[in-house]
T-cell receptor, first 112, second 114 residues
Framework: QKEVEQNSGPLSVPEGAIASLNCTYSDRGSQSFFWYRQYSGKSPELIMFIYSNGDKEDGRFTAQLNKASQYVSLLIRDSQPSDSATYLC????????????FGKGTKLSVKP | EPEVTQTPSHQVTQMGQEVILRCVPISNHLYFYWYRQILGQKVEFLVSFYNNEISEKSEIFDDQFSVERPDGSNFTLKIRSTKLEDSAMYFCASIGTRGPYEQYFGPGTRLTVT
């Protein structure tokens, strides 16, 4: 059974702080991992993907992957109120790695 | 910027009726997906479609569901006999030549079964 687990939160951080979001996965067949942002009533929006162990940075976002521990994280630096959303972690499976297994999401609230 | 479109945005139907949800993926994309999200729950994979056939499907995607790419542009999800528990947001997604690192979701169709 493929599972992706996330702490549902809510996670509340003050504006300008670092928000740290975590997820674990069960299927070692997943090679690619994705962080999506979902605003209420909207579709998931891809923020970052990672497939190699280590860190990957893109602007204010850093994704981290540790395949030995089956652990993925997302750091958001200089958090803004507009970052308030639910963050979904997903693992890819299947030949294309495009079939996504999502976690339940962590709700982030950034307070001005 | 290219985008995945879905119609209708909201569909209300009675239990037992057939519904067809429509999607237009990005034009040069190769892999197509349907996901659903029951209110307050996680996004769930339903089916993937490549080269005009289903490449993988989840346990949710039973005989009540079918997918089709009838004309080279549209991608449809049919639910033959809707149940109350089919009420959810249904998202279509597609992937291009860059692979899963470029998976775009449509805005979704909210299906309400009464």
């Amino acid at each position: 059974q493929k599972e992706v687990e996330q702490n549902s939160g809510p996670l509340s951080v003050p504006e300008g702080a670092i928000a740290s979001l975590n997820c674990t996965y069960s299927d070692r067949g997943s090679q690619s991992f994705f962080w999506y942002r979902q605003y209420s009533g909207k579709s998931p929006e891809l923020i970052m993907f990672i497939y190699s162990n280590g860190d990957k940075e893109d602007g204010r976002f850093t994704a981290q992957l540790n395949k030995a521990s089956q652990y993925v994280s997302l750091l958001i630096r200089d958090s803004q109120p507009s970052d308030s959303a639910t963050y979904l972690c997903a693992g890819g499976f299947g030949g294309s790695q495009g079939n996504l297994i999502f976690g339940k999401g962590t709700k982030l609230s950034v307070k001005p | 910027e290219p985008e995945v479109t879905q119609t209708p945005s909201h569909q209300v139907t009675q239990m037992g009726q057939e519904v067809i949800l429509r999607c237009v993926p990005i034009s040069n994309h190769l892999y197509f997906y349907w996901y659903r999200q029951i209110l307050g729950q996680k996004v769930e994979f339903l089916v993937s479609f490549y080269n005009n056939e289903i490449s993988e499907k989840s346990e949710i995607f039973d005989d009540q569901f079918s997918v089709e790419r009838p004309d080279g542009s549209n991608f449809t999800l049919k639910i033959r006999s809707t149940k109350l528990e089919d009420s959810a947001m249904y998202f279509c997604a597609s992937i291009g030549t860059r692979g899963p690192y470029e998976q775009y979701f449509g805005p979704g169709t909210r299906l309400t079964v009464t």
